[in-house]
């Protein structure tokens, strides 16, 4: 993670969050058990916009689809 500065672009957590990194599904597991994200998991830059949550199980949904589809095996994510 980079410390935050003012001339840092700020993202929306669902562009951030990649399903293919393993330490994102990780805390999204986290997220799915106890309803909050773990702590100091999302970095400074990244703001939760409306519907985060729901535009990332639609990410998720799609990269499973995506892998299903093309036969990938994603190395070390726990789904």
Not at 39 to 55: L, R
Not at 60 to 70: G, P
């Amino acid at each position: 993670m980079t410390s935050h500065t003012q001339d840092e672009v700020m993202i929306k957590l669902e562009d951030w969050f990649d399903p293919y990194n393993p330490e994102h599904m990780k805390a999204y597991e986290v997220l799915c058990k106890s309803g909050c994200w773990p702590e100091k998991f999302i970095p400074k830059h990244v703001y939760t916009g409306y519907m985060a949550t729901i535009n990332i199980n639609a990410k998720i949904a799609k990269t499973w689809l995506h892998v299903m589809k093309h036969g990938q095996i994603i190395g070390g994510a726990p789904f």
